[in-house]
């Protein structure tokens, strides 16, 4: 019912090669990288990949748009995203990481032809880098309405002044934009009060205070910033789409990069499986393998049914969005979010479980990515929210029914 597209099978084949002959047998080096003396500086060995992937037609997978990207849609991207999200160093090496995909999107959609240039080309090549800038550490930004930081027009300029956190990537030497979300008239309506503009990271005024830990990880050299914006003044014609127009453009974003995150988390999921049923048939206690024990049998399949349960409702969302808009298919949205890295953590776990003490240590990628996965309950929306939406839509049928 959700098969890919002949052209799509055929990106999935070279996609599972590359991942076979060039990131696979490349993960103990970048994680090395990642935890060395140079873990800030780019590994030299992801820019080599890149152009790999580059080559071979793998890049910018994520973006619909034909002109500007591979012109896939959500239902096809799901089946690749799945294979990029079994590593963390996949994503980047192909241009389909985060937050650098929803700042593309943003930028394709809703930017001037100028801010195209300046930003969504060097973005789509690979040069540069970007930050979302939208969480505050004073406020429970999952209401967005909460948010303080200030967007003032003064004359052919624009002021800003607040402090967000959790701006993933700002931390990255070749991050040189941050889309920034904040009040420009908090006298407007609810949803009219925010707007989105673009802030270059080496505007005086912007300060990185310090770099945020997710469960100890630091994800060197992409990293998640505390910044400061003090009277950081750039050009009026650096806000998106016009004053008011945040939440609009937040919508826009938050969809796709939600489903993307969640295509992500099967992939890890599916890795967690595999090595969960390895290890189980590699190790013998109480004079059998573990694989023969009925408690890690049933762990197995339970994973297994959560994994296809997922994929399908994903795999729904993504043809959903693609036939009648991410507005519509704000139901299926929610529901994958509140339920991909939710299972994506279960599954996580038996495989820690079932690995023992191998399980927490750095001998496997079982630790940091559950770590990895459990922040997605908390990035782009909490489970509470998403499930709010869930209940209210619910809801709403039922009393139309009872009308």
């Known amino acids: 019912m959700f098969d890919c597209t002949e052209r799509t099978a055929g990106l999935r084949q070279r ?24 873990r800030w500086q780019t590994a030299p060995l992801i820019e080599t990949l890149k152009e790999k992937a580059k080559q071979q037609g ?74 979302f800038s939208m969480t505050e550490p004073a406020v429970a930004s999952s209401d967005a309405t909460n948010i303080e930081c200030s967007i003032r027009r003064d004359g052919d300029d624009y002021v800003i002044n607040g402090r967000k956190w959790w701006s993933s990537g700002a931390m990255d030497p070749r991050c040189r934009i941050a889309i920034v979300m904040g009040k420009t008239d908090p006298s407007e309506k609810r949803y009219r ?14 300060k990185i205070e310090r770099a945020l830990t997710v469960f100890g990880y630091d994800h060197a050299p992409h990293g998640h910033a505390e910044i400061s914006y003090d009277n950081v003044r750039v050009p009026a014609s650096n806000i998106l789409l016009g004053e008011g127009r945040g939440f609009e453009i937040a919508q826009g974003r938050l969809g796709p990069g939600r489903i993307h995150h969640c295509m992500r988390t099967i992939g890890i999921a599916e890795r967690a499986l595999e090595t969960m049923v390895e290890r189980a048939r590699s190790r013998t206690a109480f004079g059998r393998t573990l694989l023969e024990m009925g408690s890690v049998r049933e762990q197995i399949a339970q994973s297994r049914i959560e994994i296809e349960q997922t994929r399908l409702l994903t795999l729904r969302a993504a043809d959903m969005m693609d036939r009648a808009g991410n507005k519509v298919a704000r139901l299926e949205i ?6 991909a890295p939710a299972m994506a953590c279960r599954v996580i776990d038996r495989a820690i479980q079932v690995h023992g003490a191998a399980g927490v240590s750095q001998d496997t990628f079982l630790a940091s990515a559950y770590a990895r996965v459990r922040s997605l309950r908390l990035a782009d929306g909490p489970d509470e929210v998403h499930l709010e939406t869930i209940a209210k839509l619910e809801i709403g049928k039922n009393a139309e029914r009872a009308a």
């Open 334 to 339: 929610a529901m994958i979010k509140a339920v």
């Open 193 to 206: 009060q925010q707007s989105m503009i673009l802030v270059p990271l080496d505007t005086p005024g912007v």
């Open 58 to 131: 793998l890049w910018n997978l994520f973006l619909p748009e034909s002109e500007l990207g591979a012109g896939l849609s959500n239902l096809d991207y799901a089946h690749l995203c799945e294979i990029m999200g079994r590593s963390p160093f996949a994503p980047e090496v192909f241009n389909c990481a985060a937050p650098d995909t929803g700042n593309m999107e943003v930028l394709a959609r809703y930017g001037t032809e100028e801010q195209k240039q300046r930003w969504l080309l060097p973005l789509l090549a690979g040069e540069i880098r970007s930050c």
């Open 15 to 38: 996609l599972l090669a590359f991942m076979d002959e060039h990131i696979y047998p490349n993960e103990a080096a970048l994680l090395a990288h990642e935890h060395g003396p140079e």
